[in-house]
């Protein structure tokens, strides 16, 4: 395989010209709407509890992020997509009103945002202690729902997906599987059928990341990593696959799928692949510490974009490795990239 140089696709004119054609895109992103909720508690405040004896962390500052399905809207957003539409469930809670703001915010439509009584706003929640050296995060406490969506919620996200896909065109539909117990998120095994059988005849772009499955999506474009990929087509080798095998597991995974496949590998970028070629796109130099936090939606969006825009599959691949190049050097926060940082890339 002969991998193509940094920026032999994509110069700074070709560049500009498929970000100048964001604001014009319509996008909208279904899945599994996180709330990050960061709780900074400054040690040298603890008390000790007079109930039970336990020290009681003093929280000093809280700071709310939209996570997961949301990163991908702040990713689309920071790049200058013009329209954006939030497709999700949450619960009838605080963290629901915090997630819901935090989008709004960041310029997302949350009109089909569903509020469903019973269930959880899936939230992160994050203790960071704060000393002189900085933050250092603590165990994680996770809300998550534990039990399947109800069908007729399941409805409800198949026809918003028609409408967005079909009556309206946007032009495209990002899917963010993010949960990973089996139909307790947004994406169901139903759900993905759905989009399978919507996406073969809608002139929309499908493009999905899944956190445990994205061998089973079907019809849309898919992001899985090298071993991701291997495992999606049956692989039980140990280790992580050889460059050939990946590429040419990518090129059965786009056949299997009938749809483009980008593969990330890391440090060394990805594999643009179709049903009969597998190209890989390296990734840029490091220009210091990095931050991979991110990393993966940020790219994801690159991708998409790219191809909204009339991009190749190596173009794309391309925007999608500045997009992760920008956001990896952001350090302690989930990063995003705007085209003032990816145009300054290739200066």
């Not at 996770?142 to 399947?148: F, S």
């Not at 005849?201 to 493009?207: E, I, K």
């Not at 799928?257 to 890391?266: A, D, E, H, S």
């Amino acid at each position: 395989m002969q991998a193509h140089e940094v920026g032999a696709n994509v110069n700074k004119a070709r560049l500009r010209e498929v970000l100048d054609r964001l604001p014009s895109l319509r996008v909208a992103v279904v899945g599994d709407f996180f709330l990050d909720k960061y709780m900074v508690v400054a040690p040298e405040l603890a008390e000790v509890s007079l109930e039970t004896g336990l020290e009681a962390r003093q929280v000093v500052e809280i700071r709310c992020s939209p996570g997961a399905a949301g990163t991908v809207t702040s990713n689309l957003a920071a790049v200058g997509v013009g329209r954006l539409e939030a497709i999700g469930v949450i619960g009838d809670d605080g963290q629901g009103y915090e997630l819901r703001r935090g989008l709004v915010e960041g310029g997302v439509g949350v009109e089909s945002l569903r509020n469903a009584p019973g269930r959880f706003t899936p939230t992160y929640t994050k203790p960071m202690r704060r000393d002189m050296g900085g933050e250092t995060e603590l165990e994680r406490l996770d809300i998550k729902n534990r039990t399947p969506m109800p069908p007729e919620i399941e409805d409800w996200l198949i026809a918003e997906v028609r409408r967005v896909a079909i009556s309206e065109r946007f032009d495209a539909v990002m899917l963010a599987d993010q949960v990973q117990e089996r139909n307790c998120g947004a994406v169901t095994d139903r759900v993905r059928e759905e989009v399978s059988r919507i996406a073969t005849t809608a002139r929309t772009l499908f493009f999905a990341d899944s956190r445990v499955r994205i061998g089973e999506f079907r019809d849309v474009i898919v992001k899985p990593n090298a071993c991701e990929a291997a495992a999606a087509m049956g692989f039980r080798g140990q280790g992580e696959p050889s460059l050939e095998e990946t590429a040419s597991f990518g090129r059965a995974l786009a056949r299997r799928n009938r749809r483009p496949v980008f593969i990330t590998l890391g440090a060394l970028g990805m594999m643009a692949c179709s049903s009969d070629e597998c190209v890989p796109v390296p990734a840029l130099p490091l220009r210091g510490p990095i931050d991979i936090v991110g990393a993966g939606d940020s790219a994801s969006v690159g991708i998409a974009c790219a191809l909204c825009a009339g991009a190749t599959l190596e173009e794309a691949a391309e925007l999608g490795n500045l997009c992760a190049s920008v956001t990896i050097h952001k350090l302690g926060t989930t990063g995003t990239a705007s085209p003032a940082e990816l145009l300054a890339l290739l200066d």
